[in-house]
């Protein structure tokens, strides 16, 4: 069974930084391209960051360009999004997501972890 | 990357059919036969109901259908049931732009 559990979410102030977790099982990892989504309360969905399958491609939305960084372990079927300089608009639900067919089409959800930026 | 435009709303009653367009531009919906769409019910995961322009995933039943002219998508659902009520949002690839993808705007789907 497919699985993705995100994990590091929390309360942090603004212009703090947060690491999230994705850990990824019943599949293999290392074949996939993966995302990062929010949602912040309310509103839409909104692409935040994607890596190819090798790590050797990241992508950012412009929204967080230069303060968010997206990695993964392969060995480890780990994915991250390394938050910095954190804003008040940053706060969201933040879900990983499984690319399936590299377009950006997700065909597995982690349940997603939240993020408050406040003070 | 601009959001593909959605309607807020739609809506229709049990039985009836209902159906959600999502505009974009030649650079993403209309450029490729990549448009996914996705059920979101609250405070849940989005759902993959339509990737490919308009294919189904396992386990979606039949009464989703998506479609698309020009720069325009479109979800179908027929035979609207109390369950469908939720979120939908569409999703685009954008090619080789900076950041290659973009979601919709979302629609509400009421099911009166």
């Known amino acids: 069974e497919v699985q993705l559990v995100e994990s590091g979410g929390g309360l942090v102030q603004p212009g703090g930084s947060l690491r999230l977790s994705c850990a990824a099982s019943?599949?293999?990892?290392?074949?996939?391209?993966m995302h990062w989504v929010r949602q912040a309360p309310g509103k839409g969905l909104e692409y935040v960051s994607a890596?190819?399958?090798?790590?050797?491609?990241?992508y950012y939305a412009n929204s967080v360009k230069g303060r968010f960084t997206i990695s993964r372990d392969n060995s480890k079927n780990t994915l991250y999004l390394q938050m910095g300089s954190l804003r008040a608009e940053d706060m969201a639900v933040y879900y990983c997501?499984?690319?399936?067919?590299?377009?950006?089409?997700?065909?597995?959800w982690g349940q997603g972890t939240l993020v408050t930026v406040s003070s | 990357q601009s959001a593909l435009t959605q309607p807020p709303s739609a809506s229709g009653s049990p039985g009836q059919s209902v159906t959600i367009s999502c505009t974009g531009t030649?650079?993403?919906?209309?450029?490729?036969?990549?448009v996914s769409w996705y059920q979101q019910h609250p405070g849940k995961a989005p759902k993959l109901m339509i990737y490919?322009?308009?294919k189904r995933p396992s386990g979606v039943p039949d009464r989703f259908s998506g479609s698309k002219s020009g720069n325009t998508a479109s979800l179908t659902v027929s035979g609207l049931q109390a369950e469908d009520e939720a979120d939908y949002y569409c999703?685009?690839?954008?090619?080789?732009?900076?950041?290659?993808?973009?979601f919709g705007t979302g629609t509400k789907v009421t099911v009166l």
């Open positions: 999703s685009s690839y954008a090619g080789s732009n900076n950041f290659p993808y973009v």
């Open positions: 019943g599949f293999t990892f290392s074949s996939y391209a």
């Open positions: 890596i190819s399958s090798n790590g050797g491609s990241t």
């Open positions: 030649s650079s993403d919906v209309g450029g490729y036969n990549y």
């Open positions: 490919e322009v308009s």
């Open positions: 997501a499984r690319d399936f067919d590299g377009s950006g089409s997700y065909d597995y």
